[in-house]
């Protein structure tokens, strides 16, 4: 499915979980050779600039997420990069409405990432799919499609592993 979302959107796809705060890659899918993306299989991230990170947060419990960022300073990466809890707070509440994250030149410049979230058998959130796509080749209405494609594809992942919609 992954590699399917890769193709289909002509970029690449990736997979993460959360670990000790961050994000860690697991999976990643290319259309093409590409270096769109530096990520790296094993890799960690900060979660909070990343539409991956910012996924896998918004459905933590207030009290599962400030024990997930203990110790995790909001490090500015770029000049995007949300980088204060209340402002942070605010974009976890829009990922839930929509149902996915955005990441716009947060980790990266001249970078956009869209995220969804995959469920379980039980419907927690245990892990989490992304594409990223050159800034220049996003805009309102591209980030809507694409937005639509992961969240598509991560229905389909997490079906495979068991989760009925109610």
């Known amino acids: 499915a992954l590699r399917a979302l890769a193709n289909s959107l002509s970029t690449d796809a990736h997979l993460a979980v959360p670990y000790q705060g961050q994000v860690l ?9 590409s270096s769109v993306f ?11 600039c ?7 947060m918004a459905y933590l419990s207030p009290g599962e997420r400030r024990d997930f ?12 990069t949300i980088i204060t809890l209340r ?18 030149e947060e980790l990266y410049q001249g970078l956009t990432c869209v995220a969804a979230p995959v469920r379980d058998h ?23 499609r694409v937005a639509h494609e992961v969240i598509r594809t991560a229905k389909i992942i997490s079906s495979g592993m068991g989760y009925r919609a109610a």
């Open 122 to 144: 039980a419907g927690e959130v245990v892990t989490a799919i992304s594409v990223s796509l050159p800034r220049s080749r996003m805009t309102a209405a591209r980030t809507e």
């Open 69 to 80: 960022l203990a110790g995790q300073p909001l490090e500015k990466r770029t000049s995007k």
């Open 25 to 33: 890659y697991l999976g990643r899918e290319e259309a093409s050779p």
């Open 38 to 48: 530096p990520s790296i299989v094993g890799r960690l991230v900060p979660a909070h």
């Open 50 to 56: 990343t539409a991956l990170g910012k996924v896998l």
């Open 87 to 104: 402002r942070l707070e605010v974009e976890l509440g829009k990922v839930v409405r929509r149902g996915y994250a955005v990441d716009h």
